[in-house]
């Protein structure tokens, strides 16, 4: 498991990651790396430390960056990880997993080569007419208005950082543009975020063109129904999205508080 974050945010990460390890027990195992430039004596950086089997992976302030971060993170983790389950640390876990289809989407992805990544938690969920690859999964294809997305997603390590160092180098021409209109000023880590560069309709039809294919297949869970809490009957069912404009929806300072976290509210 990955999460990336900024000194913004870093809060979120400590009720993050104690709720993985409060709820996902049997996932105890699995390390929790944090990919920051958040340096190692932060106290809340020291605290997350503490917990189990969590590492850090400190990044420069040249690799910070909205998208460069996640591409540097995905490049330091450790060789032996050969799936890496990337989380936004303002989703949080506040039930079990579905161990059974966490397993299953290991398995898939260990005996078929061509399963580039696995979507856990769809929203919205893959298209009625998508094809079913088996069970509860389906294949992404074009019809999906999110072929990529941030949401938690198992992934091999080549295709990510494929894609995210593309949608760098095709975002930059148009960010001078950005930056150099109503918008003077702008910094390319905001615009990333602002434009949701990755995940926009340019991010998807990048997408579609370098890694969707017969032999680069994507997977996703489908959606039990349309309501909101549908995201409670997924692989990995966690509470979107605890930060709305750059401010704490309500319901996450109320989570906080019942989980323990009430001096940081």
């Not at 856990?120 to 069970?135: A, F, I, R, T, V």
């Not at 300072?253 to 976290?261: A, L, P, S, T």
Request: some cysteine; glycine content about 4%.
């Amino acid at each position: 498991m990955l999460i990336n974050t900024t000194p913004k945010y870093m809060p979120l990460v400590e009720v993050q990651v104690v709720c993985i390890r409060r709820y996902a027990k049997e996932l105890s195992e699995i390390p929790i790396f944090l990919a920051t430039e958040v340096l190692p004596s932060d106290p809340i950086v020291t605290r997350v430390l503490e917990l189990h089997n969590v590492h850090l992976i400190s990044l420069s302030d040249r690799e910070s960056d909205f998208l460069e971060s996640r591409v540097a993170a995905f490049k330091y983790l450790p060789a032996e990880y050969d799936f890496i389950l990337p989380l936004q640390e303002d989703f949080w876990l506040d039930r079990k997993p579905d161990y059974a289809a966490l397993k299953e989407a290991v398995d898939i992805m260990s005996s078929d080569l061509t399963v580039q990544s696995i979507r856990l938690m769809p929203s919205p969920g893959p298209h009625e007419s998508d094809l079913l690859y088996k069970g509860i999964w389906k294949i992404l294809s074009e019809r999906d208005t999110y072929r990529f997305t941030f949401q938690a997603t198992l992934w091999r390590r080549e295709p990510y950082i494929e894609f995210l160092e593309a949608v760098i180098e095709s975002g930059k021409a148009e960010y001078v543009d950005y930056a150099n209109s109503k918008v003077t000023g702008i910094s390319w880590s905001k615009f990333c975020v602002s434009i949701n560069i990755a995940e926009n309709t340019k991010g998807q039809a990048l997408f579609k063109e370098l890694c969707m294919d017969n032999n680069n297949k994507h997977l996703s869970v489908q959606r039990e129904h349309n309501g909101a809490n549908a995201v409670f009957l997924c692989p990995w069912p966690y509470r979107p999205t605890a930060v709305v404009q750059g401010a704490l929806e309500p319901w996450a300072k109320e989570f906080m508080v019942r989980e323990g976290f009430a001096h940081q509210v």
